[in-house]
C-alpha cells in the first residue's frame, strides 16, 4: 500500500423542506439534487414526501400521531446519510413546528441541517394543484388536507424562505445553493449549479 489519501472531510447536513402541498418542494428538490449530485463530493440522498409515504410509511395515515412519526422516520434515514458525510434532501410538507424542531436537533447534532420553506401561498397552490388533490379536497373527498380541513404551522425558523409565486424552479434552488454557501456547508468554486461540471472537491 502507498499513500493514501484521505479525503476532504465535507461535514454531512439535511436541507429540509417544508410547505403546503403543491408548493414546489418536490420539483425545487429535484433541481436541487441535480444542481449538487456528483459536484460537491458528497453523496446525495432524496427523500421525497411521496415516495416516503408508498414505500417508508404505508401504515400510516394522516393524523397528528402519524403524520409526526413519518417525520421521525425521514430524520432517522437522513441522519444514517448525515452521519456519514452525505447531504439529505427531505421534501415533505411536515406541517408541525415540534416535530420539524425535533429533527433539526438531532439533524443538527449528526452535522448540520437547513429547514427550506416552500412558502407559495395557499391559492396559487389550489390553482396549480398538480395532483389534483386540492379538488378532491374541496369536494369532501380527502379528510384532514393541509390547508384546508389540517392545520399547517408556518416555521419561524427557516434559513430559507421561498415563494414560487414568482420564482422559477432555477432561481429557488440557486438561493438555496446560495444560502448553504453562506452557512459554510458548500464552497464556492466547484462547479454546483454548472450544467456538466467536473466534481472537483
Ligand atoms: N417556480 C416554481 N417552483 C416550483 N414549482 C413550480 C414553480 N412554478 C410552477 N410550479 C409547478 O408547481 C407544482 C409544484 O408541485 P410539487 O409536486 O413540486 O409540489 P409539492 O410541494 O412537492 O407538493 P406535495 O406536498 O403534494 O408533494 C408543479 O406542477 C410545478 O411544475
Ligand atoms: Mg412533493
Known amino acids: 500500500l502507498h499513500a493514501i489519501h484521505a479525503p476532504r472531510c465535507n ?55 402519524d403524520r409526526d412519526t413519518n417525520i421521525r422516520r425521514i430524520g432517522f434515514v437522513a441522519r444514517e446519510a448525515t452521519m456519514r458525510g452525505g447531504i439529505a434532501i427531505c421534501a415533505q410538507i411536515a406541517p408541525y413546528d415540534a416535530a420539524r424542531k425535533a429533527a433539526r436537533r438531532m439533524l443538527e447534532e449528526a452535522g448540520g441541517f437547513v429547514l427550506v420553506h416552500v412558502a407559495t401561498p395557499l391559492d396559487v397552490c389550489e390553482k396549480r394543484d398538480p395532483k389534483g388533490l386540492y379538488a378532491k379536497a374541496r369536494a369532501g373527498l380527502i379528510p384532514s388536507f393541509t390547508g384546508i380541513s389540517d392545520p399547517y404551522e408556518p416555521p419561524p425558523d427557516a434559513e430559507v424562505v421561498v415563494d414560487t409565486t414568482d420564482v422559477s424552479v432555477e432561481e429557488a434552488a440557486e438561493e438555496i445553493v446560495r444560502c448553504l454557501v453562506l452557512l459554510g456547508y458548500l464552497r464556492t468554486g466547484n462547479n454546483i449549479g454548472a450544467a456538466d461540471g467536473q466534481p472537483s472537491m
Open 11 to 65: 461535514r454531512g447536513f439535511t436541507i429540509f423542506f417544508t410547505g403546503l402541498s403543491g408548493a414546489g418542494k418536490s420539483t425545487i428538490a429535484a433541481a436541487l439534487r441535480a444542481m449538487l449530485d456528483g459536484k460537491c463530493g458528497q453523496p446525495v440522498t432524496l427523500l421525497d414526501g411521496d415516495a416516503v409515504r408508498k414505500n417508508l410509511s404505508s401504515d400510516l395515515g394522516f393524523s397528528k400521531q
